[in-house]
Each structure stands twice: as C-alpha cells, then as structure tokens.
C-alpha cells in the first residue's frame, strides 16, 4: 500500500513539474510565445502608437507616454453647480516638439501647432480624473470664439 502512495505522490509531483516547465516556455510570458516582444511587459508596441481612447497615450498624435511624461493642457475651474470642468488639450512632448501628425480624434482632421482639442475632464475623489475628448476647436465651432 506504501507503494502506492510513493507512486501516486511521484506522478502528481511530475505531472506538476511538467505543467510548470510548459507554462515557463510556451505560457504568454514566454519568449516562444507568437507576439512577444520584450516590452510587451509594460504594454508599448514597436511603434510606440496607441489608440487615441486608451491610457498613458496623447490624444493629439495617438504616441504612448513613458512613466512621468505628461500632455499639456489648461483647465478651467469648475461652473456653478457643474460636476466636470472645460479642458483645453495641447498634447505632449512628441507631438508639439517634434514632427509628428497631429490629429482630432473626432473628426480626423489635422491640427497645426496653434490648435487644441477640447474636452471634459470629470474628477473623482479617491481615483484617476476621467478625461473625455468632445473634439476639436475646428469641430466644436470654439475657433471662431477665440479669435
């Protein structure tokens, strides 16, 4: 009966290492894996492109932003009785130093440098502040205010 019992115990033990070993090299984290990349860990592609809607990624020119990188922006306190505020939506460091298309995710058309998205920016008390894009100064007819 002892034997047995080393045998049972010998089998769920390889059958475990077995399944630890194939997970190692053939689980989603595994460099055998179709469609890993090394900085697949932090989420960037290659191209460093993302959607417009995602986190960490600039609105204006769709680029990921790396950890303590921040878009410029301006906005505006809150109205009376309002429970989000007016934001205007420069972009970051990629898009207004650099040469890269600058885009409202609205309406696709293309920004030039003096050019904004505006949007609504809802703050939550113990979480993230929730940015949403209405569009751009073109799109939203805030040009005409402007000037």
Same mark, same amino acid.
């Given at each position: 009966?002892?034997?047995?019992?080393?045998?049972?115990?010998?089998?769920?033990?390889?059958?475990?290492?077995?399944?630890?070993?194939?997970?190692?090299?053939?689980?989603?984290?595994?460099?055998?894996?179709?469609?890993?990349?090394?900085?697949?860990?932090?989420?960037?592609?290659?191209?460093?492109?993302?959607?417009?809607?995602? +986190?960490?990624? $600039? =609105? @204006? /020119?769709?680029?990921? %932003?790396?950890?303590? !990188?921040?878009?410029?922006?301006?906005? &505006?306190?809150?109205?009376?009785?309002?429970?989000?505020?007016?934001?205007?939506?420069?972009?970051?460091?990629?898009?207004?130093?650099?040469?890269? +298309?600058?885009? $409202? =995710? @609205? /309406?696709?058309?293309? %920004?030039?440098?003096? !050019?904004?998205?505006?949007?609504?920016? &809802?703050?939550?008390?113990?979480?993230?502040?929730?940015?949403?894009?209405?569009?751009?100064?073109?799109?939203?007819?805030?040009?005409?205010?402007?000037?």
């Amino acid at each position: 009966m002892g034997d047995y019992i080393q045998v049972l115990v010998l089998i769920i033990i390889g059958i475990i290492l077995f399944w630890f070993g194939y997970s190692l090299f053939f689980g989603p984290r595994s460099p055998f894996y179709p469609g890993w990349y090394p900085w697949s860990k932090w989420g960037k592609k290659p191209d460093g492109k993302g959607s417009p809607g995602d +986190p960490q990624v $600039c =609105p @204006v /020119c769709s680029m990921r %932003l790396d950890k303590g !990188d921040l878009v410029k922006s301006l906005a &505006f306190p809150y109205a009376s009785g309002a429970k989000d505020r007016l934001m205007y939506i420069r972009g970051c460091f990629t898009c207004l130093e650099k040469d890269v +298309p600058r885009r $409202c =995710p @609205v /309406c696709g058309l293309e %920004l030039s440098m003096e !050019d904004y998205l505006v949007a609504r920016i &809802f703050d939550r008390p113990h979480n993230r502040s929730h940015v949403h894009v209405l569009g751009c100064n073109h799109c939203k007819n805030m040009g005409k205010l402007m000037k």
